[in-house]
């Protein structure tokens, strides 16, 4: 007889890093209590799971190129930005403060198997391609995916 | 007797262009796939069903024509705007890829029949009326029906 | 016989004042229903809980100081600013409709009993404790005690 297991699914619609760390920070402490885990990454959620996060593909035409290129380079935060300011003193507070980074979260999430959805609609809309992403990714889906995962999870979130 | 459908319903409390088409997208799906879709706009959300975007009424005194003039023209999107630069190339990569825009969205959900409700007291901030809007919203009413709806809902989200 | 209330959980990351008149305009009107509800608050969210919002504790370091400096001050809106103006412009329009502004509404809440909680690990990274909130917070706590909240509630959001 298997348990079942309760679950949580994020959309994370946001490429902003201090709404990730939040959205990962929640996912690793679930799976970390037992629950089933799943992020919907779309819109700029998407630049969060990219392998470079500057690479553009060879089959982007050039208004995606353009439209990659000012939506990547390093994720900012949400509030203050202040030509990357922001960002950086962020990675400061929490490498002196001792919390775990972006980079360590992602980690611990894939150890304990929360599962990774790419928006197929979005990867349309920028020109993006499975060769762009590292190999994190569970799945390439549209929102039909979403809804039968969220249809029976206890926790729903977009961030 | 009748067949107890699944329930989702939506905040869209964001005005931009990306997050409303993220927020149709999810409701055009679901009623799609036989989901009862509530959609309550509420702050910015409501620009999305004015009639005309940039319409200040005769009802509403400076300040809320101010506050409206500032907040619609065309829907921005989240990340960036430069000068509408972004809600330009946005709208122009949606074509290119055959991506259905914010309006053959909007057109779908009314088909589908999602529900609309707009939020009163967001309306009576702004001085907006019935007749600022669209024909398509369903109800006027507050937080209380959006309540009533959501503890129903199995997928609740605020965008 | 003690009867189940229904339960609604938010969180609350965004220190932006229309999203936070949204969140407790949520909260209030679901208490005052009969319904449980927890805040949980992390992030840019931590700033409306704060006794004095420029205040600057003597145990920050000087990032942690020009962090929340820059972070606090007056609560923002999420649409507009310019230097001020989109915030001063809401509470105008809020007190000419009537409408409560957002220190009405938390007033409420407290006499409604919507339990606070203050994130723990944000409160780390901005190096804020106990003697920087209001006594409105009820528990200082993680992100394990949110999920437990958050696993029993009827409707969950990420504001």
Redesign the interface.
Known sequence: MTEQK?K?TI?L???EM??AI?AF??AT??AA?N?DVTIFF???GLNVLKKFRFAVSSSQ?I??K??NF??TSELPI???NMFGL?SW??K???K??K?ASLDDLMKLAKELNVKYIACT?SC????LTKENFTDDVTEFA???T??AE??D???????
Do not use: C, E, H, R
């Not at 349309?124 to 020109?127: K, L, Q, W």
């Open positions: 309760d949580m959309i619609f946001s490429g201090d709404k939040a920070t929640l402490t679930a209590s629950m779309t819109f700029w035409n208004l995606q353009m439209f000012m939506s949400s509030k203050l922001g003193m962020m400061k507070l929490m002196k403060s919390m609609t349309g809309v920028m020109g549209g929102a039909s979403y809804l969220a249809k999870s206890k926790i729903n979130l977009f961030i």
